[in-house]
C-alpha cells in the first residue's frame, strides 16, 4: 500500500521520532492532550488537560472550522513544549473484522488484508488505512486468526494535515477502543474482558480477548445524559449541575440512594444494552471463553453504587478500571490528576503507552 500515514500501533518510528510526544482525543467541543514522563517509579502524567472549542468545530469527529482546530492544536504545542503528537481515531471511523489467514510473513498478511478489505468494510483499499493483530496461530491446520483495525484515509490525512500544520509531527494513529484496552488491562492479562467506557455523548462497550480488541459497540447515552437529569432534578443550569455531580454522585453522600433512584432509569438502560452486548460476545464461536469481567471507565464509572449495580443484574465481576495500571504502582505513587478526574484519561493515557 503507498498510505502516507502511520496507523499503527506497531509502528517503530526511527529514532529520532521516538521522542516524548502529546496524546490527543477528539472531544464534542474540545481536544484532550496528555503527556507522560520517564520516571524510576513508572511512567508518570505529566502535562494534561483540555482545549474547548466552538460548537461544531468538529462534527462526529471531522473538522468543520479548521482554523479554530488548528488554533487549539498550536496551544497543546505550547503547553507542553512537545513535536511530536499521537492521535485516537475516534470509535465512529473505525471497523474491525476478524479472519483466517494462512501463517504468512507480516507484509504477505498486509498484502493480503488489502484484498480482503471490501469483503468486510464499507471502504475499499484505496480508501483505507489499516492495522493488524495476529492473535492465534493454530500449529495443527497451520493457519492463523487475524484482527484487523479499519480507518478511512481521507479522514486521517486530514487530521495528519492539520497536526502538521500545527508544528506537530503525527507519529501513531490508533482507535479509542484499543487505547481503552491499553490503558486498563494490565499488560499480559489473558482474560476476555468487556470494557465500558462512558463519553460525553456515548457509551462504548469493547470486547477484549488477551489484550486485542475484537468487537465494538455503542450506545448514545453518556455522561451529558446524567448532567441532564441533574439539570431537571435540581432545577440549575449546565455549569451549577456538573459541580453538584462531584458532591452528589462521585462520593458517599447522605443523598447517594436518592440521586441514584432519580437515574436508575438512564443506568438500567444502560445495563440492558450491555446485557445484550455480553450475551452476543458470549455466544461468538471464535472466542474461547465466556466474559469474566467487566471494567468501567469515564467518570461516570464513578458513581456511587453503580459497578455493584451492574455486577448484580449480569451475574458478573464489574471492577472500576485503574487507568495507571501499566504506568505505575498506586501504592508507590499517587498522582496530582484526582481519581475522578483521572477517569476521563484512559483513552489518553492508553495512546501514551505504545
Not at 468538529?58 to 505550547?78: F, T, W
Not at 468486510?120 to 496461530?137: T, Y
Amino acid at each position: 500500500m503507498s498510505h502516507q500515514v502511520s496507523y499503527s500501533k506497531l509502528f517503530a518510528p526511527p529514532k529520532f521520532l521516538a521522542m516524548p510526544s502529546v496524546a490527543v482525543e477528539i472531544l464534542p467541543n474540545a481536544l484532550r492532550f496528555f503527556s507522560t514522563k520517564n520516571t524510576e517509579q513508572g511512567l508518570l502524567p505529566d502535562k494534561y488537560g483540555q482545549i474547548d472549542l466552538e460548537e461544531r468545530a468538529i462534527v462526529r469527529g471531522e473538522i468543520k472550522k479548521p482554523e479554530v482546530v488548528l488554533k487549539a492544536l498550536k496551544e497543546i504545542r505550547r503547553t507542553t513544549g512537545l513535536n511530536f503528537a499521537r492521535f485516537s481515531i475516534p470509535e465512529e471511523k473505525t471497523y474491525i473484522f476478524k479472519t483466517q489467514l494462512p501463517n504468512l510473513e507480516p507484509k504477505e498478511i498486509r498484502d493480503v488484508l488489502d484484498f480482503k478489505l471490501e469483503e468486510n468494510v464499507p471502504l475499499s483499499s484505496k480508501e483505507a488505512v489499516f492495522d493488524f493483530d495476529i492473535v492465534s496461530n493454530h500449529k495443527i491446520s497451520s493457519d492463523i486468526e487475524v484482527v484487523t483495525s479499519v480507518a478511512p484515509l481521507k479522514f486521517i490525512e486530514e487530521w495528519q494535515n492539520i497536526f502538521v500544520a500545527a508544528d506537530l509531527l503525527p507519529v501513531l494513529f490508533v482507535s479509542e477502543s484499543s487505547n481503552v484496552a491499553r490503558s486498563v488491562i494490565h499488560v499480559g492479562n489473558q482474560q476476555t474482558v468487556v470494557t465500558v467506557n462512558i463519553k460525553e455523548a456515548t457509551t462504548i462497550f469493547s470486547l477484549v480477548v488477551s489484550g486485542t480488541v475484537y468487537q465494538t459497540s455503542s450506545i448514545n447515552f453518556g455522561s451529558s445524559t446524567f448532567t441532564d437529569l441533574f439539570c431537571k432534578y435540581y432545577k440549575i443550569s449546565p455549569a451549577e449541575a456538573l459541580k453538584l455531580q462531584k458532591e452528589k454522585l462521585y462520593s458517599s453522600h447522605d443523598d447517594n440512594m436518592e440521586v441514584f433512584s432519580y437515574l436508575i432509569n438512564t443506568i438500567s438502560a444502560i445495563k440492558d444494552e450491555l446485557s445484550k452486548f455480553i450475551l452476543y460476545c458470549n455466544e461468538r464461536e471464535d472466542v474461547a471463553t465466556e466474559i469474566d469481567r467487566v471494567v468501567l471507565s469515564g467518570q461516570e464509572a464513578m458513581i456511587i453504587g453503580l459497578a455493584e449495580y451492574l455486577s448484580l443484574n449480569l451475574d458478573l465481576r464489574v471492577d472500576i478500571a485503574d487507568i495507571w495500571t501499566n504506568n505505575f504502582k498506586i501504592a508507590e505513587y499517587v498522582p496530582e490528576i484526582g481519581r475522578v478526574e483521572s477517569m476521563n484519561y484512559s483513552i489518553v493515557n492508553g495512546l501514551s503507552l505504545y
